[in-house]
């Protein structure tokens, strides 16, 4: 299941960033600007076979967020996924940093 692949991606990479840097949410960030950037550029290339025959020329600027691009819910939870994991470890480590 791709959701769990990038969920756990997410994480690893997270978790070298926080580890590295002691900045959790950077990775965070830079874990799910991945992945959103990868979801979102597939779902340009869905419109453009599907709805804008098949011309990048005929997208709309709001094209990769039409809910016709995203007609499957997994495609949803990829892009979801990695906000839903790696959003409580930063909440999570920065809450036991601040403990200290």
Request: hydrophobic share 50%.
């Amino acid at each position: 299941m791709p959701f769990i692949e990038h969920a756990l991606a997410a994480l690893a990479i997270q978790i070298a960033v926080g580890l590295l840097t002691r900045n959790w949410w950077a990775g965070a960030a830079l874990a799910c600007g991945y992945f959103i950037g990868r979801e979102i550029s597939q779902a340009e290339y869905r419109w453009i076979e599907h709805l804008g025959e098949g011309l990048r020329g005929n997208m709309p600027w709001w094209g990769a967020f039409d809910p016709r691009a995203w007609p499957r819910a997994d495609q949803v939870a990829d892009l979801v996924g990695p906000m839903m994991v790696t959003v409580p470890l930063a909440f999570m480590m920065e809450r036991r940093r601040h403990r200290r």
